[in-house]
């Protein structure tokens, strides 16, 4: 067995975990979809390999579901090929003879936390796993954005990403990025572009007027893609809804 953060496995399965001071706060996001929070020494490294290369385990964290409120202690999870693939009580793990173990004794494991609005791109990524963040909303979409998303597809230390379009937006809009609809007429076109360019959720934004709001909303679901943002204020809660 490798060490890692405070752990040497013997063979068998046993462990002899070096336990830190208590007090600093550390928070190790595993980049899928789960994040460890709690007190020790220092905040433990990464696994040197990739999640795809060597299988590696969490043991001795009180897991957390905050579906049922109930914490699970002195759990372990053993992940394989960038998946999770078994979790336990620390008794019956059966760890692979080159798994890389990270000790968790005092921290708690919950699942990756979602950032549901965001506009900033991969400049953040460490920010976002640092703070248990495995999920990110861009809610303004560009170029640059796209190939973020494409980027953290791959083998890279940051969150899964989700990009909405361009701001869709009536005459009055101040920001010069945005695109107009002043129309109905002009909907299906412009969220076709947005469909055709990659992008996950069309963006609505603000001063459209009811009739452009309404098509552009048949027009995503004719496209089979979602609608995200603001609700302008001549639809109103009730328009919106409808």
Do not use: C
Not at 83 to 109: N, S, Y
Not at 141 to 153: H, V, Y
């Amino acid at each position: 067995m490798r060490r890692f953060g405070g752990v040497q496995t013997a063979p068998g399965g046993a462990r002899e975990p070096r336990r830190g001071r208590p007090g600093a706060r550390v928070v190790l996001a595993l980049g899928l979809g789960l994040a460890l929070t709690g007190v020790g020494s220092a905040t433990p490294e990464p696994p040197p390999q990739s999640p795809a290369q060597r299988a590696w385990a969490v043991m001795g964290a009180t897991v957390v579901d905050p579906v049922s409120g109930v914490t699970v202690p002195e759990q372990s999870i053993l992940v394989r090929a960038g998946r999770i693939e078994w979790i336990g009580a620390d008794r019956a793990a059966d760890l692979p003879a080159d798994t890389t173990v990270l000790d968790a004794e005092g921290r708690f494991v919950v699942p990756g936390l979602v950032d549901m609005h965001i506009h900033v791109t991969a400049q953040a990524d460490a920010l976002f796993v640092a703070n248990g963040v495995t999920t990110v909303r861009r809610m303004h979409g560009n170029e640059e954005a796209l190939q973020w998303r494409e980027r953290n597809r791959g083998d890279v230390l940051g969150p899964r990403v989700f990009v909405a379009g361009p701001l869709l937006a009536g005459d009055a809009t101040p920001w010069g990025h945005e695109i107009r609809v002043d129309l109905p007429s002009q909907a299906a076109d412009v969220v076709g572009r947005v469909a055709r360019d990659g992008y996950d959720f069309v963006k609505i934004y603000d001063d459209l007027d009811p009739g452009s709001y309404a098509a552009i909303a048949a027009a995503a679901r004719a496209q089979g893609i979602a609608t995200v943002g603001h609700v302008p204020i001549d639809v109103g809660i009730a328009g919106a809804v409808e």
